[in-house]
Nanobody, 116 residues
Framework: QVQLVESGGGLVQAGGSLRLSCAAS????????IGWYRQAPGKQRELVAD???????KYADSVKGRFTISRDNAKNTVYLQMNSLKPEDTAVYYC??????????WGQGTQVTVSS
């Protein structure tokens, strides 16, 4: 089992920045990749960015150049640095851990609200 705890969400004005953290505990040795997803009201959950155990990263087109995903293996934590935030970035942000044996674990989510 892996437990994921997100933090760092909040209310920010357009153009501002936030850094989200996803702290993993438990069977972290089996994590293949960690991803950040978001879900806005009335919309489907979508991938924002993910990072593999080898450090490869992937971003949604809508956040490229503005968001950066990184990981601190010593702390079992993945970060999502979000700059130049827009109102359309408003959503609940979730992290997930994709295990080598196929299971996916989700955190509880953290709200990000960007005011115009």
């Amino acid at each position: 089992q892996v437990q994921l705890v997100e933090s760092g969400g909040g209310l920010v004005q357009a153009g501002g920045s936030l850094r989200l953290s996803c702290a993993a505990s438990g069977s972290t040795f089996g994590i293949n990749a960690i991803g950040w997803y978001r879900q806005a009201p009335g919309k489907q959950r979508e991938l924002v960015a993910d990072i593999s155990s080898g450090g490869s990263t992937k971003y949604a087109d809508s956040v490229k150049g503005r968001f950066t995903i990184s990981r601190d293996n010593a702390k079992n934590t993945v970060y999502l640095q979000m700059n130049s935030l827009k109102p359309e970035d408003t959503a609940v942000y979730y992290c997930n851990a994709q295990m080598t044996w196929g299971i996916i674990h989700w955190g509880q989510g953290t709200q990000v609200t960007v005011s115009s």
